[in-house]
């Protein structure tokens, strides 16, 4: 069958809860499915492109279609966070091929405290951190130094703002976590705050090999003197946020080779312990000794245009067309690879 492509993207939602100014965020996803849809275009693939807004509509858009491929772009659903995580586990059951990372890939890395667990299982520093459920009173024991509080379970910077951080336990602690609880319904996970530089790694998959991108940093240099020094929603969501910038970042990142190197190796070890596929974006902060954690592994990250994935393809002379191609021949692979498997099962 010629090969053909479903671009699928998530609608916005139609349930009120907490998702900050989540038009932006919704505008972003559209702008990664023109983006993907000029590169299918440019490759002379015939395409689809659908929006889907519960998990339980999802078999029938993708059935609407005779498409082999899903180019999955949902990011969220209606239903709860941990829904649009489903989306690959569906469409293969469909019998369509789906590119980024699997469902239990998605449901590792949404929620940031197994995968911290699992980055310390492979000897990956991450920040210390405890969980607390919504209701339940601040544990006794905290990790030493500032905190930073957010969301258990998001993505995109939603439930972060300048509040996140927390030098003052007395009388910012409990007001932050308090603010998740009610903001956004879910547990609160508090953990140290790494003072210092951040590194952002995107990685993908090509040839069947898993290849760093030139390293990204952003750049505190260019905050006004009065905000914190790391990414929240409107930093990485409203531009203008940081005057004259859409996005505050250097790449490649002012570091040396061998710096570089340490930084790329560790993201592909992330990427290895989280089961990533196709693509990822690793986030990582330096403190002032050199020691390096993961602050978040992003399975399918962001692709509009200004983000920092497709930066990182530009600085390594990958045209966003190849990129897109690479994906679509993944897929392509993985889906053939475990049908031999069911295959030798029966």
């Known amino acids: 069958m010629p090969r053909s492509v479903l671009i699928l993207h998530n609608l916005p939602s139609a349930e009120p809860s907490f998702r900050e100014a989540c038009t932006a965020s919704d505008e972003g996803v559209l702008l990664a499915v023109r983006h993907v849809a000029k ?3 440019a490759l002379g693939t015939p395409h689809r492109v659908a929006g889907v807004r519960r998990l339980a509509d999802l078999p029938a858009v993708v059935s609407a279609g005779s498409e082999t491929i899903v180019f999955n772009l949902v990011e969220r659903l209606d239903g709860g966070a941990h829904e649009c995580n489903f989306v690959p586990a569906t469409c293969r059951a469909l019998g369509r091929a789906c590119t980024g990372g699997s469902t239990e890939s998605l449901e590792l890395t ?17 920040p210390p951190g405890v969980v607390v459920p919504v209701g339940a009173p601040l544990p006794a024991t905290l ?14 910077s939603e439930g972060i703002d300048a509040n996140s951080l927390v030098r003052d336990r007395c009388t910012q602690l409990a007001a932050a976590v308090a603010r998740v609880h009610q903001q956004t319904g879910q547990p609160a996970l508090v953990e140290a705050f790494i003072e210092g530089r951040e590194f952002n790694l995107a990685v ?28 929240d929603y409107t930093v990485k969501w409203q531009p203008g946020t940081i005057a004259g910038q859409v996005s505050p970042r250097r790449i490649p990142a002012p570091i040396d080779a061998v710096t570089t190197a340490r930084l790329q190796a560790l993201a592909v070890r992330a990427w290895q312990a ?21 602050l978040d592994v992003n399975v399918n990250c962001d692709l509009s245009p200004l983000a920092g994935l497709p930066a990182a393809l530009t600085a390594a002379g990958i045209s966003f067309q190849e990129f897109v191609e690479q994906m679509i021949v993944n897929a392509e692979c993985e889906f053939s690879r475990r049908g ?5 099962v029966l």
């Open 204 to 231: 993908i998959e090509r040839v069947g090999k898993i290849v760093p991108l030139p390293v990204s940093e952003i750049d505190f240099s260019l905050f006004p003197p009065d905000r914190p020094h790391f990414v």
């Open 110 to 126: 949404l929620d940031k405290s197994l995968t911290n667990a699992r980055l310390v299982a492979y000897g990956i520093p991450a």
């Open 143 to 156: 990790p030493e130094g500032p905190l930073f509080v957010k969301p258990l379970c998001s993505d995109g």
């Open 274 to 294: 989280c089961g990533c596929r196709d693509y990822a974006r690793i986030d990582t902060r330096m403190d002032a000794a050199g020691n390096v954690f993961v």
């Open 39 to 41: 590169a299918l275009q």
């Open 340 to 344: 031999a498997e069911a295959r030798r």
